[in-house]
């Protein structure tokens, strides 16, 4: 029913799985794969497994060899630490909100005819292949000072406009929130595809009104989308560097700006070596949240069937 | 999840600059590429010559290509190659003995680095008819590298923000009672931070910024801190910022507003208090075509070229003569012209170099705080 | 036709709890096309009706209509004395059960039960209750906290039939129910729904292509094509007394005999099949000389002596179906053999000579423009 980009590896028993492993070694079928699955192995090796290894290697390594602790102190404390926690708030807050916005704008889109769905998703996507200094010069004129919604809340008299949208956690939100839409929508929409609308008439069927069949039977059903798209777009944002620099300011700073800064600026390979461990130690958090959610939901329909 | 990086490389300045603003970089790259083209290693007879030069590209190299490779081909049958790379990728080709190119245009504060780790040949100015009396100031010509053109920070603003005032320095951005609006400063992402202005407008004289009081400096920026609406990171934005009315005066890299003000935006450049810099020429160890290095070298110090250059892109000369060649209205668009020099000063590369991380370091906590 | 009240478990909570339906004038189309074209009926508390037709033969499209999830271009529905035609699905208050059970993946068993209930703001323990109530009625003690998923599909049915009648609906409509099961189960299900509908006095709308689910199911069949009701009858009647060639096939599968018609008698009309033999049927009007079809159920022939019945023919095919035994006999110069059904006993021997005979009451005469 629901699509899940992130699914839980099935548990099995370690004992069982050992003996199991042992004899399909010996089998020739099992060789004749590891064999085949070689070029894979050496792919992953090349191309994941050793960049992440030196990695973790440069972060603990002292500046006259040695290893140390020292990056990471550093990475964890004063400003560098502000930094850090700076980023997760704009993550968490980016991906709450393009959750909410991209459900809803999910929702219309899978009510829509195949034909203008489409169309909407393109409108959706396009924007992100507009290079980044002409997004910048857009975006300026949408939420400058004297940008379109701005001059439209001046000229409505809103109290307290124009507000200040850019340069701001809330210039970044909206950027970032823009850049995460399209996967929590396209997330979201397979998801509600995926959703049986004629449950929607059963509970109807039943005297459930529209509130009712929406909390009770359509949420439920989306809720594991809704975590997928959540945790995505969190560990997506949680690398981003470019939108937060074209639309915050300087308290706007994330994680992956600094690792720029240290990498090309003061050519600090070991601290930045030492943040990139922490963003990935962050990400795999992140994913270990979603096998927990999966996990307690797993354990109550468990409880359940007791 | 690549985005494009935006580099604020301090040599990718232009004045179009969009293409140059926006550059896909890659982290990794270093030690290749290191293999000439025969050509290039032959050196023997003078048709068939080839030098391999390093410079920023975009607008900048256009320029270049036009002003001073393009005559020098003419003149010397010498075929001019360019390639664009960084500083740590051409490090690490010296580093390896066999560098892909045999001269250097880059800021004089990279030549200084370089020089640090042994990777430049010492210049003989014997080899350079052009630059013995040529002027050329104290703090462009080192043991490894030699000016070559000057460009500079100055401040820029909106001439119908302030009711005909006109900040006449630094003091007055940073005075925003008579001048009230919203400022825009370098962040550190793009270069230097600007602590030479905080100084200036807390009353130091030109002459005595450096040894920079960094304390003193905060301090001052702390002042204006509150109406820096954005700390720009790339060369574009100020004009943006100033053409949209999000702030009414921003410190810019000069010559990123020409196409503005042709345009005719109110937006005018203020010359006093002006941060100069230059880029520079240098030979790297392992160069395999170090005469002709020389000989690109030399040619492009004629006062000529050097006045033809600053006609394509505004960036000064660094030979005074140059001037008599130019018309005043180029000339006073022009960091190294007579007025502007006295109206400026120069940043000292030295003093930046041995305290840029402390600097930097603490500029991040400040502008976060 | 009223159903007798029983006195299984729980029946006495939720017994008696049926309402009359009328439906009058309903018509639908689809893009011009007539999907029900001037349906009406009532129907009493407590009955059991079937809407039988094949697919396209609006049955589904008037059930739609009664619960809500189609609009109809016109006509009235109303359920007791209130007229629901412009109410929404939610509140006509009627129950539904679904061919593909739709029961709530998320929920278990007795939360899905529950869910009505929930709805209309009953205290946790009443609801506990009458979920346990209905759970035990339908032989799902213990899968109360199971997820539908885990169940098979007849045992999710039976959720399904729980969760449509455990806030007593006055009406129960029913959308093929059966149509995902296998014969066996579909069988035994029949029982127990109609035990069911009988003890708790449930009015129910069931739609089916399966005439023999109809017939052991329903107080009244609705027999539809193309949008009209062919006739709406007992099965009794229907079966015996079927007034379109369409019901008299549909429901029975009936040999149809062509023939001319000779002349009437006082009882009967007399009819020269064209292989020769004579039958008599029930009164037709046509006047003698026409063409007819006489149609008989298989069921309602008999065997006799071959000089003792209305026509003869040689045994063809004799079939074992259980405690029956079907025969084709064909008499001779005719195209097809004729269908019979006996008890096995008096089962011929292929290649016999045998009489076939009749009672009157049994025939019924079609003229040749009456249905295909």
């Known amino acids: 029913m629901a699509g899940s980009v992130l699914a839980p590896v099935p548990a099995s028993t370690a004992p069982a799985a050992k003996s199991r492993v042992r004899r399909s070694l010996r089998s020739r079928r099992t060789r004749s794969g590891l064999l085949n699955g070689a070029p894979i192995v050496v792919y992953m090796l090349v191309l994941f497994v050793y960049p992440i290894l030196s990695t973790l290697f440069l972060s603990v390594k002292g500046v006259h060899g040695g290893l140390t602790l020292h990056w990471y102190a550093d990475a964890l404390s004063g400003a560098n630490l502000a930094v850090l926690l700076t980023t997760l708030r704009i993550s968490a807050e980016t991906s709450l909100i393009s959750v909410v916005i991209g459900f809803l704008l999910a929702y219309a889109v899978s009510r829509l005819r195949p034909l203008w769905a489409g169309l909407v998703m393109l409108i959706i996507v396009v924007p992100h292949f507009i290079s980044a200094l002409v997004r910048t010069y857009g975006w300026i004129i949408l939420l400058g000072d004297h940008g379109v919604v701005n001059s439209v809340l001046v000229d409505l008299h809103v109290p307290g406009a124009p507000f200040q949208l850019l340069y701001n956690e809330i210039g970044v939100i909206i950027g970032t929130t823009s850049v995460m839409l399209p996967y929590t929508v396209l997330l979201l929409y397979a998801v509600m595809r995926g959703v049986d609308r004629r449950l929607l008439a059963a509970a109807a069927s039943m005297g459930a009104g529209r509130l009712v069949m929406f909390r009770r039977v359509y949420l439920p059903l989306v809720a594991p989308g809704l975590v997928n798209a959540t945790v995505l777009s969190f560990i997506l944002c949680l690398g981003y560097y470019l939108t937060p620099a074209l639309m915050g300011g300087a308290r706007q ?11 090309m600026k003061q050519n600090q390979w070991n601290g930045a070596a030492a943040l990139g461990v922490i963003l990935l130690v962050l990400t795999f958090a992140g994913l270990s949240l979603l096998r927990l959610a999966r996990a307690i939901g797993a354990s109550a329909r468990q409880r359940g069937a007791a | ?37 025969a050509g290039a290693a032959a050196g023997g007879g003078g048709g068939k010559k080839t030098i391999v030069v ?37 490090l690490a080709q010296i580093k390896q003995g066999r560098p892909q190119f045999d001269v250097i245009d880059d800021s004089m504060a990279d030549f200084v680095l370089f020089g640090k780790e042994n990777a430049l040949q010492k210049l003989d100015q014997d080899r350079l008819k052009n630059f013995k009396g040529a002027g050329i100031a104290n703090n462009l010509v080192t043991p490894y590298a030699i000016g070559k053109n000057y460009w500079a920070s100055v401040m820029a603003y909106r001439t119908d923000a302030f009711g005909g005032k006109t900040p006449q320095s630094w003091a007055d951005f940073w005075d925003t009672k008579t001048f009230s609006g919203n400022r825009s400063l370098q962040s550190q992402d793009a270069d230097l931070p600007e602590l030479e202005f905080a100084l200036l407008a807390d009353g130091v004289p030109m002459d005595k910024l450096y040894p920079i009081d960094v304390d003193r400096a905060f301090k001052s920026l702390d002042r204006i801190k509150g109406s820096v609406k954005k700390y720009w990171d790339t060369g574009a934005l100020p004009g943006v910022l100033l053409g949209r009315k999000e702030v009414v005066a921003s410190s810019v ?71 008599k060649q130019l018309p005043a209205s180029v000339s006073a668009n022009l960091a190294s012209s007579p007025e502007h020099l006295k109206s400026g000063f120069d940043l000292d590369v030295d003093w930046w170099i041995k305290n840029q991380d402390a600097v930097i370091k603490r500029w991040r906590g400040w502008a976060r705080g | 036709m009223r ?3 029983g006195s299984g478990p729980g029946a006495g909570a939720l017994a008696g709890s049926g309402k009359s339906l009328s439906v009058s004038g ?56 209130r007229d629901v035609t412009r109410l ?68 999710q049915q039976r959720v399904a039939l729980c969760r449509a009648l455990v806030y007593r609906p006055p009406v129960i409509l029913m959308d093929e129910p059966l149509g995902a099961l296998d014969k066996k189960l579909r069988d035994q299900l029949q029982t127990e729904i109609k035990k069911i509908q009988r003890e708790l006095g449930l009015t129910v709308i069931y739609v089916t292509h399966d005439q023999e689910e109809a017939l052991v199911l329903s107080d009244r069949i609705a027999v539809m094509r193309d949008g009209l009701i062919d006739q709406f009858d007992t099965p009794r009647e229907l079966f015996e007394r079927p007034r379109t060639a369409f019901v008299a096939d549909f429901l029975g599968a009936a040999n149809f005999l062509p023939g001319r018609l000779e002349n009437h008698t006082d009882e009967h009309s007399l009819v020269r099949l064209d292989h020769g033999a004579l039958v008599r049927a029930r009164p037709h009007p046509l006047a003698p000389g026409h063409r007819v079809r006489a149609a008989v159920q298989p069921g309602r022939l008999g065997l006799c002596a071959p000089a003792d019945g209305f026509c003869t023919g040689t045994v063809e095919t004799v079939t074992y179906v259980g405690t029956l035994v079907r025969v084709g006999v064909r008499p001779a110069g005719a195209e097809s053999p004729i269908r019979l059904e006996l008890p096995a006993g008096r089962a011929p021997v292929t290649g016999e000579q045998v009489g076939l005979t009749a009672d009157p009451g049994d025939v019924t005469l079609f003229g040749d423009e009456e249905g295909r």
């Not at chain 2, 935006?6 to 270093?30: E, N, P, Y």
């Not at chain 3, 199971?146 to 599909?153: M, T, V």
Request: include cysteine; glycine fraction near 12%; aromatic fraction near 8%.
């Open chain 2, 253 to 323: 890299w000069h010559g990123r507003l020409d196409a503005l003000i042709k345009q005719g935006q109110p937006l005018a450049y203020q010359w006093n208090g002006a941060r100069r810099q230059s880029n520079g020429w240098g030979i790297p160890n392992g160069a395999a075509n170090t005469d002709a290095a020389y000989q690109l070298i030399d040619f492009s110090l004629r006062p000529s070229v050097q006045a033809h250059f600053a006609t394509l892109y505004p960036m000064g000369p660094v030979v005074p003569a140059a001037y």
């Open chain 3, 88 to 155: 929404a699905p939610q509140k006509r208050g009627l129950g539904f059960v679904f061919q593909q059970y739709l029961l709530f993946p998320h929920m278990t068993v007795a939360e899905n039960i529950a869910f009505p209930l929930q709805l209309r703001g009953l205290s946790k323990a009443e609801v506990r209750r009458q979920v346990g109530q209905v759970l035990e009625m339908a032989g799902l003690e213990g899968y109360g906290r199971r997820r539908p998923r885990e169940l098979s599909g007849g045992q």
């Open chain 3, 26 to 81: 309903l018509r639908k189309t689809y893009a011009g096309v007539v999907a029900v074209d001037e349906v009406s009926m009532e129907i009493e508390a407590g009955e059991f009706v079937t809407f039988l037709g094949s697919s396209g033969s609006g049955k589904t499209t008037t059930l739609m209509m009664i619960a809500g999830f189609v609009e109809p271009d016109s006509g009235v529905i109303k359920v007791g004395r």
């Open chain 1, 253 to 263: 700073t994330v994680v992956a700006a600094l690792i720029d800064d240290e990498v």
């Open chain 3, 3 to 5: 159903s007798q009240r």
């Open chain 2, 54 to 90: 390093r410079n920023s590209g975009g607008t900048y190299g256009d320029a270049n290509l036009k002003a001073i490779y393009e005559p020098f081909t003419k003149e010397t049958g010498i075929t001019v190659k360019v390639v664009n790379i960084e500083y740590a990728q051409m």
């Open chain 2, 1 to 37: 999840m690549k985005e494009p990086r935006i580099d604020r490389r301090i040599f990718l300045r232009g004045v179009g600059g969009v293409a140059a603003g926006i550059t896909a970089t890659s982290l990794t790259g270093c030690g290749t590429g290191t293999s000439r083209s």
